[in-house]
């Protein structure tokens, strides 16, 4: 059974720094795999998606890297704001029907 | 563009009530998809659809009906509300497949 994992469950770090998000998945045979940000009370909304036959996609200031033989996914997130601040979550598609969500990581940035 | 449209945002019921909380995309998108959030338990599956015709269960669909006339639309039937289901409900689509995933803003459902 497919389970996603995502440590720490919260993280606060002084603005500008350059943070590391972690997301792990038990079983490699993935479709792929998605990054969103949640805002309080908001939905969700998606950052970045990574095909499983790539490694890594970038908009901005995010970078995400998937390794699938690891059951890994990072996403890089450079020159932290406080804008930044909210929960993101990460999830895998393992199949047309099936895609599995880690329960997030809750960032706070210190202004 | 509007994505994933769901209404109501916000609604409370009383025990035994039925409502039907709606969902709608203009993305020509096959699948999608209803989630309930709770603190602590993460987003969960109940219902989803990879076509018009077509709806199959997810983790948790006790207490709950989908239909899929069409592809725009998805709505989300609770037949009798219980206080258990007081939650905060999610709407995604995708173009199926590989494809990414988008939501909507929610509807936070109360249930007295």
């Known amino acids: 059974k497919q389970e996603v994992t995502q440590i720490p469950a919260a993280l606060s770090v002084p603005e500008g720094e350059n943070l590391v998000l972690n997301c792990s998945f038990t079983?490699?045979?993935?479709?792929?795999l998605q990054w969103f940000r949640q805002d309080p009370g908001k939905g969700l909304t998606s950052l970045l998606l990574?095909?499983?036959?790539?490694r890594e996609q970038t908009s901005g200031r995010l970078n995400a890297s998937l390794d699938k033989s690891s059951g890994r996914s990072t996403l890089y997130i450079a020159a932290s704001q406080p804008g930044d601040s909210a929960t993101y979550l990460c999830?895998?598609?393992?199949?047309?029907?099936?895609?599995?969500f880690g329960k997030g990581t809750r960032l706070h940035i210190l202004p | 563009n509007a994505g994933v449209t769901q209404t109501p945002k916000f609604q409370v019921l009383k025990t035994g009530q039925s409502m039907t909380l709606q969902c709608a995309q203009d993305?020509?998108?096959?699948?999608m998809s209803w989630y309930r959030q709770d603190p602590g338990m993460g987003l969960r599956l109940i219902h989803y659809?990879?076509?018009?015709?077509?709806?199959d269960q997810g983790e948790v669909p006790n207490g709950y009906n989908v239909s899929r006339s069409t592809t725009e639309d998805f709505p989300l039937r609770l037949l009798s509300a219980a206080p258990s289901q007081t939650s905060v409900y999610f709407c995604?689509?995708?173009?199926?497949?590989?494809?990414?995933?988008?939501f909507g803003e929610g509807s936070r459902l109360t249930v007295l």
């Open positions: 995604a689509s995708s173009p199926g497949g590989t494809g990414e995933l988008f």
């Open positions: 079983d490699s045979a993935i479709y792929n």
């Open positions: 990574i095909q499983s036959s790539q």
């Open positions: 999830a895998v598609r393992i199949g047309d029907d099936k895609i599995i």
């Open positions: 993305m020509n998108h096959e699948y």
């Open positions: 659809s990879v076509g018009a015709g077509i709806t």
